[in-house]
């Protein structure tokens, strides 16, 4: 079924997430660089005792950028970034750890604000979704919006400012919302006034606003996507949608090349998709330091358990059972080994995980120091007897080798 015509899709984007949660506890630190990473907060630790953070050039260890204010993203540090490259940009940047049961929080409280005005979203993770505003007229004291000309702004701008206000009622922090006839020119226009801002395109938009963009604005176009169509002498969305369409399915394939000619024409008829079931849930964490299985043996098990409860306490909130239980794990030479187990009955218990996932271990060979540890559930059912508790007694674990 073709899409609806005048569709009005919005993508929004929360502003330098993780790091504007953080301010919010500590606004002395508002207005310069500030890195989250490098360990998570405690639960016990209080908001702010007073004290300052630590600088990022104190920082020892092969942690990774969370996030970062934009203070520091100005100075070269980026997501993904080791902490340590990071302090060589911004030695001088504050160092905040992270506090993920806090952004989950405000996650749900910005959605759930959003959904009062637009009920129709697409969740595409913890700061960022896609609504369909097609249907969506503005209320209340928007309708009495004007601009500073005396003119009554556009439907767009109206539910634009009321959704971002609404937003900020109920979180304390901004966001950056693009509107436009669908869902990749809404995700790349939600892009162009950060922070705090609004970005409207229309079809007739196209030559003057996104044309002129790097190629890898369009989302789905990666770095060795973006090598490729640079050697073809393609930097720009305009020198894509300049190519041709035979130039691009002969050096890219029949699908790839046809969507990367309706991309760079701004063409994209995806619904947005208001709800989907997961297909697994997983938790891994990448260590401070390289663990040898023998001698660090007791860190591990700690390590490991945690993460199945972690796991068995996502699957419980979201309402889910899972079948296939399964393992990864990174070595210190970046190999990366992954293991499952399937069980003939759905479980959400973390000792059951646990027990799976140990079984899945010991059928990997343990001869080199270990980088990451991962944990999943896949083969998702949903919990009929959700809210019901489903843990069994703590001797129902048995060891595994990290024990």
């Not at 007791?298 to 409860?309: G, K, M, R, S, Y």
Request: hydrophobic share 40%.
């Amino acid at each position: 079924m073709p899409p609806p015509p005048n569709r009005l899709i919005a993508h929004l984007d929360m502003d330098a997430f993780y790091a504007s949660v953080e301010l919010l506890r500590r606004p002395d630190l508002a207005g310069v660089p500030v890195v989250i990473g490098g360990g998570r907060r405690r639960e016990d630790e209080p908001d702010d005792d007073g004290a300052p953070p630590p600088r990022l050039r104190d920082y020892v260890g092969r942690g990774v950028v969370t996030t970062a204010t934009y203070e520091a993203r100005a100075l070269g540090v980026h997501s993904g970034m080791g902490l340590m490259a990071a302090a060589r940009l911004a030695p001088d940047a504050w160092r905040l750890p992270a506090d993920f049961d806090a952004y989950r929080r405000h996650s749900r409280r910005f959605k759930e604000a959003v959904r009062g005005i637009a009920p129709a979203i697409e969740d595409r993770g913890i700061d960022e979704i896609y609504i369909d505003l097609t249907e969506v007229l503005p209320v209340g004291h928007a309708l009495e919006a004007q601009t500073a000309s005396g003119e009554v702004p556009d439907r767009a701008l109206l539910l634009a400012r009321a959704i971002k206000a609404a937003v900020r009622a109920a979180t304390g922090l901004s966001s950056s919302i693009g509107i436009a006839p669908n869902k990749l020119l809404a995700k790349i226009a939600s892009d162009l006034d950060k922070p705090d801002g609004i970005t409207i395109l229309a079809a007739d938009d196209l030559a003057r606003r996104i044309w002129p963009l790097p190629a890898r604005r369009i989302n789905g176009i990666g770095p060795k996507a973006e090598a490729r169509l640079a050697g073809l002498g393609l930097n720009t969305i305009g020198d894509l949608a300049h190519a041709g369409l035979e130039t691009l399915v002969g050096h890219f394939g029949a699908h790839q090349g046809r969507w990367l000619h309706d991309a760079a024409h701004g063409r994209d008829d995806r619904p947005v998709v208001t709800s989907s079931e997961p297909k697994s849930i997983s938790r891994e964490v990448t260590l401070e330091r390289d663990l040898d299985p023998r001698r660090d043996r007791a860190q591990l098990a700690a390590i490991f358990t945690a993460l199945c409860e972690g796991v068995s306490a996502d699957l419980a909130g979201k309402g889910y059972l899972g079948r296939t239980i399964g393992l990864k794990l990174r070595f210190d030479n970046f190999r990366t080994v992954t293991r499952d187990h399937t069980w003939a009955e759905a479980t959400r218990d973390a000792a059951v995980i646990r027990r799976a996932a140990g079984t899945c271990l010991k059928r990997i060979e343990l001869d080199r120091r270990i980088r990451l540890l991962g944990v999943r559930v896949g083969s998702l059912v949903r919990d009929v007897g959700a809210g019901v508790p489903q843990d069994r007694p703590a001797e129902a674990r048995t060891p595994s080798l990290f024990d």
